[in-house]
């Protein structure tokens, strides 16, 4: 356990794990989280920008609640981020589906490759020899 400096109050605490914030910085967080969940049920259709003043939370707590797939606009609020890899608008996480099977194919591809690589290297090693006398 170390201590550490919260980067939001500046106290010292114990930590732990996790984004460098004293447990009550991570509280009042939480709380914030519930009170913009809550909003955005009672006004769906409400953009980022609105429900940040409304809540007085940033914008960019709000995005990162929303790529932590935390929380999620409805379709007609028109709410939406960018994909990391290609830039179209998604409704919450890092990917688009797109991009998230393209990540998929490429991990595939890479095992398979090594389980063949492997397969024939047993395949060789198995085989029957003889000696020629």
């Known amino acids: 356990m170390e201590v550490r400096t919260c ?36 006004n769906p259709k409400d953009g980022i920008t609105e429900v940040a003043k409304a809540n007085e939370v940033s914008t960019n707590q709000i995005k990162r609640w929303i790529r932590e797939e935390r929380l999620s606009f409805a379709e007609e609020s028109g709410v939406g981020i960018d994909c990391e890899s290609c830039g179209i608008m998604i409704r919450s996480g890092r990917l688009c589906q797109k991009c998230k099977d393209k990540l998929v194919g490429r991990v595939d591809e890479m095992y398979g490759k090594s389980e063949s690589i492997v397969a024939k290297k047993h395949r060789e090693a198995a085989r029957m020899r003889f000696l020629d006398q």
């Open 7 to 42: 980067k939001q109050c500046k106290r010292l605490f114990n930590y732990l794990s996790g984004p460098p914030i004293c447990p009550g910085c991570k509280a009042k967080i939480e709380q914030k989280f519930q009170e913009v969940k809550e909003y955005v049920r009672e």
